[in-house]
Structures are given as C-alpha cells and as structure tokens.
Nanobody, 123 residues
Framework: QVQLVESGGASVQAGGSLKLSCVAS?????MAWFRQAPGMEREGIAA???????TYADSVKGRFTISKDNANHTLDLHMSSLKPEDTAVYYC????????????????????WGQGTQVTVSS
C-alpha cells in the first residue's frame, strides 16, 4: 500500500503561479497529476513515467511542469499563467506499473490516489 499526500492548493488570481507537491510513503515509479472540477470528469493533466518522456494534457502544456524527486518520494506540479478554468481539486496518483489501458493520463492506469488539494483561480 502507498499513501499519497498532496499540498500547496490555494486561491490565486488569474495569471499567477502555484506549486503543488505530493509526497509518497515509498518509492513508486509511475506518478501523475489529475484534476476534477465540479460536475466534470477527472482529467489527467501531467504524467511522469520511468524511462519515458513526460506527458501533458493540451490544456496545460506550456504552463505546467511536472517534476519528481525520487530521493524524497515527492512529485511536484509547477503551475504558471493560471486561468479561472484551472480551478479544480488536484489529485496525485501513482502505480507500480501501467498498461491497464488508456495511457498515462487515464485514471484507469493508477491504483493509489491522494485526498486532493483545492486550487481556485479568480479572474
């Protein structure tokens, strides 16, 4: 079992920046960030896989950057140029392997999930 704990959510103005962090209870190779806005499906936005390039959703490409510190079991999401449509609960997800179907930004690939952290962007 792996525990994931997110932090860093806040309320910011449009155009601002935030850094979210996710700490895992142990090393786990496949990690990603998802978000879910009210009434919407959970959306994969950034994934970092061992030995593969990072993957970003088009909606955040060029604005968000995912990074991982394996020594501290930490996954970060650096968000800039934030827009009101980025408002959502952001979740960290992880798995020991992928291939369940859907690709690195699909919720189906991940077994472990954090509790989420709220990001609110006002115009």
């Amino acid at each position: 079992q792996v525990q994931l704990v997110e932090s860093g959510g806040a309320s910011v103005q449009a155009g601002g920046s935030l850094k979210l962090s996710c700490v895992a209870s142990r090393f786990i190779p496949y990690m990603a960030w998802f978000r879910q806005a009210p009434g919407m499906e959970r959306e994969g936005i950034a994934a970092l896989e061992r030995e593969r390039p990072t993957t970003y959703a088009d909606s955040v490409k060029g604005r968000f950057t995912i990074s991982k510190d394996n020594a501290n079991h930490t996954l970060d999401l650096h968000m800039s140029s934030l827009k009101p449509e980025d408002t959502a609960v952001y979740y960290c997800a992880a798995a020991f392997f992928i291939g369940r179907g859907g690709g690195p930004l699909s919720p189906r690939e991940y077994v472990f999930w954090g509790q989420g952290t709220q990001v609110t962007v006002s115009s």
